[in-house]
Nanobody, 121 residues
Framework: QVHLVESGGGSVQAGGSLRLSCAAS????????MGWYRQAPGKQRELVAA???????NYADSVKGRFTISRDNAKNTVVLQMNSLKPEDTAVYHC???????????????WGQGTQVTVSS
């Protein structure tokens, strides 16, 4: 089983910064991709930033130049540094990974419980 634990959400004024962290644990054999997604009320979950299986990064156009994703492969962690936050960034942010386990070498998607980010104007 794979578990994701997120931390770092909270409330901030527009223009402020927050840092989200996600740690993956369990019987992980290999991680194919790691990233952050968000879901605002009444909207579908969307990609914020993620590492691809090839090691590159994808960012939503709305966060380019403001958010930075990083990872520590040895610790199975992924961090999202969010700067110049805007009210429209308000959402529940979820960490997601695509990983295989020791028991099954097939890749599955796993999600964290989510952390609330609220940006006030």
């Amino acid at each position: 089983q794979v578990h994701l634990v997120e931390s770092g959400g909270g409330s901030v004024q527009a223009g402020g910064s927050l840092r989200l962290s996600c740690a993956a644990s369990g019987s992980i054999f290999s991680i194919n991709g790691m990233g952050w997604y968000r879901q605002a009320p009444g909207k579908q979950r969307e990609l914020v930033a993620a590492f691809t299986s090839g090691g590159g990064t994808n960012y939503a156009d709305s966060v380019k130049g403001r958010f930075t994703i990083s990872r520590d492969n040895a610790k199975n962690t992924v961090v999202l540094q969010m700067n110049s936050l805007k009210p429209e960034d308000t959402a529940v942010y979820h960490c997601g990974i695509t990983a295989s386990t020791m028991a099954s070498r097939r890749y599955y998607d796993y999600w964290g419980q989510g952390t609330q980010v609220t940006v006030s104007s």
